[in-house]
């Protein structure tokens, strides 16, 4: 759960290393360093715990001079956070930095000592670092030197690794964690993440699980780790570094909320067939017979995409009629669930990375399911597993909470469930193309929820923003959104949040409810509309402070709550794009107002790919 990046070229690299840790810091922030081939045929490293601005200072104190580097942005698996444990790491004339989990390095680190290394650190990673280091010094060159050394590895890495002798390169390698390679016009990139390339190149050539490569100014050399010569294409990424800065917002997160109706447009393009009120589905891997075989689709996912998946169970089961399971990805995996031929499972990830998310994907692929991705980052491991991946277009998300991510995965899994549906002949041609018609209009509407409801959220969070615990209350395509909403609150402002379905409440949560608890519950005119007021009324008898969200002109919520934000009449299977922006704009706002880290929150990573 690090962030890496490497350059080999004729520029000065550590600028360039420092602009892709930038754009990295999010995979992880607890400390960062670079190692760079000197002049004089020296490595030299920089290291500092804390976030890239202390390296930056470390740097301005003392330069690193060199065309030639790795760097690293650390989050702490083995090993607290100290300039000792922050790589890179060295052994002797070896410098590595490195991604992910060695899982053998117990008894690596026993034989290490044994025959007689000095072992500086409590991490993992500078076991590799002693790995090769003893290779080179048996004659091996670094390419073979590292070969050899993976050979020794279990466990998850990407690593860059230098080597005094071999100034003119950078070896790397993958396995279970990401990397890609960016290609220049005469100098290489590498990094664990697109956007650190982007205003560099647009040509990446995405590595595969047990591949290594030779990276020199002018060439790329890929291999498989066992040494067979692997030709690829490289891929054009589309996406511009503007698109991975913040456009003039405070924060990423902030940006990333306004860029719904963007991101919307983007995954909706090319995928919605107006003319038939249907959907092209070629991208779902399915054959029309295997759409109506589809015994039961089961959902995984984590966090923020496990909240989505609760919403594509419902679409699933109401418009394509196909029983639907959700399962959070870490329960999942190493049970003895019931899964195989006939289940159609859907893995849900913005990373597509997440390693519980992967593991449990894979578990049901081996019992005989089939997997389709949905997932954000192009080339990431759970699409590269999955038999067919749909896409969400939300460009790079880089603020740690997700937002843009969680309504593109909405959409879709609405439109897989309006394939399904029409596949299956469980819905009419024209209840599809309402559908259809009105997911093209929700950028629109998305764009018009978020102007109309910014300033009075923002008061709102200012109004509330001392209060210790909130509940979120939703029935229905609503209770979701009340997860996301108390999942977004928790994660950036660390305020203590529940989301409960409202029906729920008065079994348990209502005991929580006192005049200082702020109580946001979901109320769109939609078939629980009755019900749902009802519960908001019960946490108003209890003295809450009622915030209601519901439709535009519902006189009666207006009536019981004490504030209310309106989003517009729509389809009730649409509700959920629009209810959930308020709720992002609130935690936004109090996180803001408190001061808090919004971007990277405590003790949270964007990438989550330890168990
Ligand atoms: C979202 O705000 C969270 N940071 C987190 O719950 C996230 O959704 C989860 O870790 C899953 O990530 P993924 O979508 O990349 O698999």
């Known amino acids: ?59 301005r104190e003392k330069p690193l001079e060199g065309a030639v580097g790795i760097g690293h942005t650390r989050w702490a698996t083995h090993g607290r956070p100290s ?31 044994e025959a007689g290394c000095t072992i500086a650190s409590d991490t993992d990673t500078e076991l590799v670092a002693h790995l090769v280091e003893r290779e080179v010094q048996q004659g091996k060159d670094l ?29 790397v390698a993958k396995s279970a964690s990401p990397l890609v390679i960016g290609l220049g016009e005469g100098e290489m990139f590498c990094a664990s993440d697109i956007p650190a390339l982007l205003p560099y190149t647009r040509d990446m050539l995405f590595m595969e699980d047990g591949e290594m490569a030779v990276l020199e100014a002018g060439s790329v050399r890929l291999t498989t780790v066992a040494g067979a010569d692997v030709e690829r294409e490289p891929k054009r990424i589309d996406w511009s570094p503007v698109m991975a800065e913040k456009a003039g917002y405070k924060h990423f997160m902030l940006k990333e909320i306004f860029e719904q109706p963007r991101a919307m447009e983007d995954t909706l393009r090319g995928r919605l067939d107006r003319e038939h009120g249907d959907v092209h589905g070629h991208e779902i891997g399915l054959s029309e017979e295997d759409a ?62 997440t390693l519980d998310t992967l593991v449990a994907a894979k578990e049901a692929k081996e019992r005989g399911a089939k997997v389709l991705a949905i997932a954000n980052v192009i080339g990431s491991a759970i699409p590269r597993m999955a038999d067919a991946v749909f896409y969400t277009h939300a460009g790079p998300e880089i603020g740690v909470a997700s937002t843009k991510c969680f309504s593109t995965q909405l959409a879709n899994l609405l439109m897989l469930s309006v394939w399904l549906g029409r596949r299956r002949g469980a819905i009419t041609a024209e209840r599809s193309r309402e559908l259809v018609e009105g997911l093209a209009r929700l950028p629109t509407t998305m764009k018009d929820v978020l102007q109309g409801t910014r300033q009075l959220v923002a008061n709102l969070a200012r109004r509330y923003v001392d209060a210790r615990d909130v509940l979120y209350l939703g029935r229905g395509l609503s209770f979701p959104i009340a997860l996301e909403g108390a999942l977004k609150l928790k994660e950036i402002s660390y305020v203590h949040a529940e989301g409960y379905p409202a029906g729920e409440m008065k079994h348990g949560p209502i005991a929580l409810i006192d005049s200082s608890v702020p109580a946001i519950v979901l109320v769109p005119r939609d078939r629980h509309w009755e019900r749902s007021i009802s519960n908001l009324q019960e946490a108003k008898a209890r003295e809450a402070i009622v915030i209601a969200v519901a439709t535009e002109g519902d006189e009666e919520a207006r009536q019981v709550s004490h ?19 308020p709720l992002q704009l609130y935690a936004y706002y109090v996180a803001d107002f408190k001061g808090t880290d919004v971007d990277q929150p405590r003790n949270l990573a964007k990438t989550v790919t330890v168990e």
Do not use: W
Not at 36 to 49: D, F, S
């Open 292 to 353: 109506k075989g589809i015994r039961r689709v089961l959902l995984l996912a984590c966090g923020t995409s496990h909240h989505a998946t609760i919403a594509g169970k419902y679409f699933l089961e109401e418009i394509a009629k196909v029983p639907a399971v959700i399962e959070i990805a870490s329960e999942f995996r190493g049970r003895e669930a019931v899964v195989g031929e006939g289940d159609l499972v859907v893995a849900v990830s913005q990373s597509g990375e």
């Open 563 to 581: 504030d209310l934000i309106e989003i517009p009449a729509v389809d009730e299977v649409l509700t959920p794009f629009l209810t959930v922006l």
């Open 83 to 113: 300039e000792v444990n922050a790589h890179p790491h060295v052994a002797g004339d070896v410098a590595v930095v490195h991604n992910g989990i060695i899982e053998n390095h117990m008894p690596l680190r026993r034989e290490l000592e």
């Open 143 to 171: 390419e073979a030197a590292v070969r050899a050394a993976l050979g020794r590895l279990e466990g998850a890495y990407a690593i860059a690794v230098l080597s005094a002798k071999e100034p003119e390169r950078i070896v």
């Open 1 to 59: 759960m690090c962030g890496i990046v490497g350059y080999v070229g004729p520029q000065a690299c550590a600028p360039i290393l420092l602009d892709g840790l930038r754009r990295l810091e999010y995979r992880g922030y607890d400390s960062a360093g670079l190692a760079v081939h000197a002049p004089g045929g020296r490595i030299e490293v920089r290291r500092a715990v804390g976030k890239l601005r202390n390296l930056e200072s470390a740097l």
